[in-house]
């Protein structure tokens, strides 16, 4: 499962990665985050841009 991060939210994506690393959820569930730049958006880029990717 892959979750789009905005730029505004890294720090906190980090503790809540975290966090679900630590309870034993990525044994269960492959999640990962994915950050825009990693994508290939602009920061500026518009809801409707980011939801076509999505």
Known sequence: MNFL??????????????????????????IRFVTFKEMNLSINSSDRIVWQLA
């Open 5 to 30: 991060i905005d730029h505004n939210l890294g720090g906190h994506a980090e503790i809540l990665l975290g966090n679900i690393a630590s309870q034993g959820w990525l044994e269960l569930l492959p």
